[in-house]
């Protein structure tokens, strides 16, 4: 996973270097290019492995993966020991909350669920996008607590946390068909 986000980090390099580029003198064109991705490639490399993938979404989710393989329910820890003092409070918060499947502004299970880039929170579909539309396109985040604001566009669909509630859901059914058909002696 860390060699795709470096890769996907080089492609991201070459593709602005080209855009700046295409807009300079053609005859240095060759050497401003090296000179260039030489500097950003060297501050990329010098960056710590938090820096890098800490914050990256895909990797986030990755390792929230496999973490819940063997820990479900449980919050996971920071990802790296060497992140800086303001990314280590952040983390500590959202690593020591426990996740809810529930839809704050419903109260009821979370129905096509999407989380907020800015705050992290999530909520159903339909609920937060009526609940921002009735607000004028922008809301203060209905969770208790926190003061960030939301809208439409800093949603996307959470399809890791639409697997674990479905998954949630059919362990609560499960467990209530189990007790239904427990035989009391």
């Known amino acids: ?27 240095a064109i060759e050497t401003e290019y090296l000179s260039s991705w030489e500097q950003s490639m060297s501050k990329y490399e010098g960056m710590s492995d938090a820096s890098k ?3 990256n979404e895909k990797y986030r989710d990755f390792r929230q993966q496999l973490w819940d393989v063997s820990h479900e329910g449980q919050p996971m820890p920071r990802l790296f020991a060497d992140q800086a003092e303001d990314e280590s409070d952040e983390e500590l918060v ?42 004028r396109g922008s809301c203060a985040c209905p969770v208790g607590g926190c003061s960030k604001t939301i809208r439409s566009r800093d949603l996307y669909a959470d ?13 609560l059914e499960m467990e209530e ?8 002696q």
């Not at 068909?177 to 009391?184: H, S």
Request: glycine content about 2%.
């Open 1 to 27: 996973m860390r060699q795709l986000i470096d890769a996907q980090h080089c492609m991201d390099v070459e593709s602005s270097l080209i855009s700046q580029l295409t807009q300079s003198d053609t005859s």
């Open 53 to 55: 993938y800490g914050r």
């Open 94 to 135: 959202i690593a020591g909350a426990r996740l809810t499947y529930r839809c704050p502004v419903t109260t009821s299970w979370l129905v096509d669920p999407v989380t907020s880039k800015v705050c992290k929170h999530s909520f159903s579909k339909e609920a937060i996008l009526s609940f921002i539309q009735s607000n």
């Open 159 to 171: 399809k890791l946390l639409e697997r674990k509630v479905a998954r949630h859901l059919r362990r």
């Open 177 to 184: 068909t189990a007790a239904q058909y427990t035989v009391v």
